[in-house]
């Protein structure tokens, strides 16, 4: 008896820190509460701001391989403490860090417009399944997927330091709608994320639909741009627009 062939499905990917979780304000919220517990004295906006620079700066440098996980974390919290007039050796930067991201963590919550984008996909796309691809390491991407309690939501979650490459690498997109074929036939995959290079022209350039999350105040480049309009990258100012942009795009 010939085994019956499963019919080809769509598939949805999704960034996470700032595409589901609201990652920024995490931060933002976290660096406060530490600053307060550790009595640094700053104004508050130009303190997030450099937090968030630091993080940039810091967290490229784990992504090229020039620094590990925990290097990162470290070289932040020394950079940062360093400015308030805090000298930090490698094992108390490790220790600071760590502080801080217990207020992080306990900072997580989802965007407004995700639950809902979930659970709208699989009305506008029957059989669709859905996955994340992240860059980071597994284990707490997959923590975070589970506090914020939508880890069952996904059928396969790809993060860059299981693969060994880093979006926008075309590869770990690929990597991504191969672990999909593997279980049943993959008829077009789309992956949705906040910044337009890295996330949306990244999926583009590897044969995907991207779809650029353009949040209200979400910076760009012209280079940026330019690279979008050439991919034809899809643009939403919110998750809710998703479903019927992609409903579209399959019919």
């Known amino acids: 008896m010939q085994p019956v062939a499963r019919a080809a499905t769509p598939v949805v990917l999704f960034d ?6 609201a990652h920024r304000e995490a931060v933002r919220r ?4 530490h600053m307060h517990e550790q009595a640094y004295t700053a104004e508050p906006t130009s303190a997030q701001q450099l937090w968030h620079d630091l993080e940039e700066e810091h967290y490229h440098a784990y992504l090229a391989g020039r620094l590990t996980f925990e290097g990162q974390r470290r070289a932040r919290a020394s950079a940062f403490a360093q400015v308030h007039g805090d000298v930090l050796d490698d094992e108390a930067a490790g220790v600071w860090f ?46 975070k997927l589970e506090r914020l309690g939508i880890l069952d939501r996904f059928e396969h979650v790809i993060a860059s ?91």
Do not use: C
Not at 188 to 211: E, F, N
């Open 98 to 143: 760590a502080r801080y991201f217990e207020h992080y963590r306990d900072s997580w919550t989802l965007h407004d417009d995700a639950i809902a984008v979930l659970e709208a996909l699989a009305t506008e796309l029957p059989r669709v399944r859905l996955g994340v691809i992240t860059n980071g390491e597994l284990d707490y991407q997959l923590a």
């Open 30 to 33: 976290g660096i406060l509460l």
């Open 161 to 251: 330091g299981d693969i060994g490459v880093t979006k926008p690498d075309p590869r770990i997109f690929r990597s991504a709608v191969e672990r999909f074929a593997v279980d049943a036939p993959v008829a077009w995959a789309a992956y949705v994320g906040d910044r337009l290079g890295t996330d949306a022209v990244g999926a583009a350039s590897a044969g995907l639909v991207g779809v650029w999350l353009h949040r209200p105040g979400a910076p760009t480049t012209a280079d940026e741009e330019a690279d979008a309009a050439a991919s034809a990258v899809l643009e939403i100012t919110s998750l809710a627009e998703l479903p019927h942009l992609l409903a579209q795009q399959s019919g």
């Open 16 to 21: 996470l820190d700032d595409t589901l979780m």
